[in-house]
């Protein structure tokens, strides 16, 4: 029996009795991070890293009975000592390191490496086995750094501001969306005004002390009001509903990962794809793998199949594991059709 | 082609039409008109000829890249487009110079045709080097004969009428014909005097939009008249300076393939244009498209062929007479010159598009009722003073298709697409039952909206049943509406019928598969 295993539940470590992001409800669930395919309602006690409480309560509810650690402060359950260990992904968003009888697992979640202003950078850890997401598991995916990225939204905004229009940028309200008005904090080229999905998580970004551009929540604007020239950053989910009316001329653009592939941004009808991921890029995950020093590594979600080849190749026991974790939500629904429910 | 690639990103990244003009104007204005003369070329879908096999590209590929031939095919898989692929996985450029577009066709696209292949490699390999994002992922286009932009020759004609101020039609029809993308040719696309020497040249096709509303919204049916819309290759037959053209509707010289018609045209007066329709046609009627399609495909027209499917042109219309353009006249006039013309070459080959006069609308109905018996595609309705305008446009003109043969039919094999569709499952093969076995007959293509399409994706990947190269075998579950336009024998395909023009009409979420239609009610629709 291994340290972790794949239980009906979710990924679950017997020796210690808990589960790491389950999928359904139970007793113990130590959460990487607030998304919702990772963080599900209904389980008796959650563990969180501390930057990352607020979040998980905004999307749980605030009665939730949270424990919130600081990064790499140990807990110790029957022997086994679980600690938290910054991701990079989003605010909050942790490693979970989990020791046993000299044994190491690392259950990444999500995670990126590239230096990001709104969470904790990254920590590479030591392993022996590593769980690692695969979302952009295929080398075509590498990120230019988002210094380039926000040079283009801000110019791609200037342009729409000159023409009158209102810009409307989509990214997931929980973490892109919080980094995208980070990064346009100073751009100094218009009011920013977002989504209620967007703004909630704001307050949480705000309290935990990331510095976010100056935002105005666009459904508490009187009606007639004009967006001409403003910055309107909503979930994808709005894109092509009625809610976008209100804002006049628009032009949309979408920052993802996946707008890397030409045909992904053309299919959806978008002005302009932003590539500005919160997940790791190949490069980067190749480095992390190696970097964690790991002997065994599975491959929880995204294009599993060629990075499991692609390390048993080089002699490390690699396997796909079937989880309910999808990684970037919102992105097209063929990207994540690949997942099997099974537990 | 920084600049180049500048033009291409600004065109590719708006859905917005006038912003795709704007971007074409400002180039048009500011580039040299060698690089402008190629420019005007690609975007009217002119597209070199591939001079590397594309395996040997992507091999040169993995090779630079150091990613293995199976990693190298799930990227591909991801993609949808090997150019795209390519330039996504190589490394970034190492320098960037700024060559412009036209020496990078001349000095380094064009002369791979004669280099080994030791040389092209490392002209390619170079190339990667020096050129990186768009401008990279162009350059494969290039290299690959598969460079196209999302934009029509209309919104290329307007912008360079917008850019220098020179008019629309005589634009369009400069660049009608063979058109190359030398300085000069641009320079002469430009050029203020309106006498152009190119004797082969033809007009831009007038087209017409499909009717939108009822018959009585164009009000008096008098004003209008009727032709019988015929189902085979439209074309202008040109006869200038002692010489014959013709020119099909894509563009492409086909004298040599209609001999019969190239003949009679000696007998048309000098500077005479003729728009019309190239039909087979025995003993006064039209015979199957199939038939044509068979002389088409033929390298030559020997044999019995030429006896076996005769064509002729069935004329619509006059648009040039003594050399004169003649396309603002009204149609009534241009019809009276045209019978006149014909009558005299004393031709059999050239026929007069028949028309059916209109005192009512109902007159229309009646004759849109005798479509199919008459083999004609539906009627064309054109207004008695309507010009011969440029492109498709809306108004004079208006195209009424009979309704298309219906069957329901269950989706058994299932392929990615491209473009703008791939990794999204979009091309469908559908089979109706013969003897209790699924007999594919027809593949489609579109006709379901982008949600469908993404639910059908989801279902035939988690439905596959087996899976032949990009082909997937799925579950026969879905069935689905599927109209045509015509259906023939054919000993070629398996089910022994082949339909033309097949699409998607409907998603039929309400039927079993054993409620789809049989062989048998397929054949019946060819009596």
């Given amino acids: 029996m291994t340290l972790l295993r794949l239980a009906e539940r979710g990924l679950y470590c017997e020796a210690g009795d808990f589960y790491i992001d389950p999928w359904q409800p139970v007793e113990r669930a130590v959460i990487t991070h607030g998304h919702g395919d990772h963080a599900r309602w209904g389980s008796h006690r959650y563990l969180s890293s501390r ?215 053309r299919r959806r009808a978008l002005d302009r794809g932003f590539v500005l991921s919160d997940h790791v890029d190949w490069p980067s995950l190749l480095a992390t793998v190696e970097g964690t020093g790991a002997e065994r590594v599975w491959v929880t979600h995204g294009t599993r199949e060629p990075l499991v080849r692609w390390l048993t190749e080089r002699g490390i026991e690699a396997k796909a594991v079937a989880s309910l974790w999808k990684g970037e939500e919102d992105t097209d629904p063929v990207e994540v059709a690949g997942e099997e429910v099974t537990a | 082609m920084k600049t180049f690639a500048r033009l291409f990103a600004a065109i590719d990244e708006t859905m917005r039409t006038n912003e795709k003009v704007d971007a074409m104007v400002e180039y048009f204005r500011s580039a040299e008109p060698a690089d402008a003369a190629w420019a005007v070329w690609f975007l009217s879908g002119g597209r070199p000829k591939r001079l590397i096999p594309v395996r040997r590209l992507a091999t040169w590929a993995m090779e630079e890249t150091q990613v293995p031939e199976w990693l190298f095919n799930e990227c591909y898989d991801a993609v949808g487009d090997l150019a795209e692929t390519m330039s996504l996985l190589l490394p970034d450029a190492e320098s960037t110079t700024d060559v412009p577009l036209h020496r ?159 003949a009679a045209a000696d007998f048309l007066p000098d500077g005479t244009v003729l728009d019309g329709e190239i039909m087979p046609w025995k003993e006064g009627k039209p015979l199957a498209f199939a038939q044509l399609q068979r002389r088409i495909g033929r390298k030559s027209l020997g044999g019995s062929i030429l006896t076996d499917v005769p064509v002729v042109l069935i004329a619509y219309d006059l648009l040039e007479l003594e050399g004169r353009d003649l396309r603002s006249a009204p149609l009534a006039e241009r019809r009276r010159a045209m019978l006149d013309t014909i009558e005299a070459t004393r031709s059999t080959v050239f026929v007069p598009s028949p028309v059916v006069s209109l005192s009512s609308w109902d007159d229309a109905r009646a004759a849109y009722g005798e479509a199919r018996e008459r083999c004609a595609e539906g009627l064309m309705l054109k207004q008695r003073d309507s010009v011969y305008g440029v492109g498709r446009r809306k108004g004079g003109w208006w195209k009424w298709k009979v309704q298309p043969f219906t069957i329901d039919a269950v989706m058994i094999y299932a392929q990615a697409g491209h473009g703008r569709r791939a990794s999204l499952h979009t091309d469908y093969t559908f089979a109706v039952w013969a003897d209790g076995v699924l007999v594919p007959f027809a593949k489609a293509y579109s006709g379901l909206t982008d949600a469908e399409i993404a639910d059908l994706d989801r279902w035939i990947r988690a439905n596959t049943v087996e899976k032949y190269g990009p082909v997937r075998h799925v579950k026969p579950v879905h069935v689905f509406e599927l109209g045509f336009e015509g259906i023939q024998p054919s000993p070629r395909h398996k089910s022994g019928v082949a339909v033309r023009f097949p699409r998607i009409l409907r998603w039929r979420t309400d039927k079993k598969p054993e409620d789809a239609d049989t062989i048998e009610t397929l054949r019946a629709l060819m009596a």
């Fill in chain 2, 104 to 262: 990078w066709i001349d000095e380094r696209l064009l002369p791979l045709a004669t280099k080994s292949e030791e040389a092209q490699r490392a002209s390619i390999g170079r190339s990667w080097r020096e050129l990186g994002g768009t401008e990279r992922f162009i350059w494969n286009k290039l290299i690959t004969g598969g460079f196209r932009v999302g934009v029509s020759q209309q919104l290329v004609v307007r912008a360079l009428s917008r850019a220098t101020g020179v008019d629309e039609g005589v634009i369009a029809h400069r660049l009608s014909g063979t058109w190359l993308p030398r300085p000069e040719s641009f320079t002469a696309l430009l050029a203020e005097e309106t006498s152009d020497a190119d004797v082969s040249r033809p007009y831009p096709f007038f087209l017409a939009y499909p009717l939108e509303d009822e018959l009585d919204a164009l009000g008096d049916a008098s004003a209008w008249q009727a032709e019988w819309k015929w189902d085979g290759i439209r074309a202008q037959v040109i006869r200038r300076s002692a010489q014959t053209f013709i020119w099909s509707r894509g563009e492409e010289l086909v004298t040599e393939r209609f001999p019969e018609i190239a």
């Fill in chain 1, 51 to 265: 930057e990352g409480e607020s979040v998980l309560r905004t999307r749980l509810g605030v009665s939730t009975t949270i424990r919130a650690v600081d990064w790499g402060e140990p807990v110790d359950v029957s022997g086994v000592r679980i600690s938290l260990h910054p991701a990079g992904h989003i605010l909050g968003s942790a490693q979970i390191r989990v020791e046993h009888r000299g044994e190491v697992w690392v259950a990444s979640g999500d995670y990126k490496v590239e230096p990001d202003p709104t969470c904790t950078p990254f920590e590479l850890l030591r392993c022996h086995t590593f769980i690692t997401e695969s979302t952009f598991g295929l080398p075509i995916y590498r990120w230019t750094p988002d210094r380039a990225v926000f040079d283009e939204i801000r110019a791609w905004w200037r342009a729409n501001r000159d023409h009158g229009r209102a810009s409307v940028l989509f990214g997931y309200a929980l973490g892109k969306a919080q980094r995208l008005l980070a990064g346009l904090a100073d751009a100094d080229l218009g009011p920013v005004y977002t989504h209620g999905a967007v703004e909630r998580l704001n307050r949480d970004y705000r309290r935990g002390g990331v510095r976010l551009a100056e935002t105005q929540y666009a459904s508490g604007m009187p009606r007639g009001h004009d967006f001409s020239g403003s910055l309107v950053v909503a979930p994808p989910s709005a894109a092509g509903s009625t809610w976008l009316r209100r804002f006049g001329s628009i032009s949309t653009g979408f920052a993802s990962g996946w707008m890397r592939v030409r045909g992904n941004r």
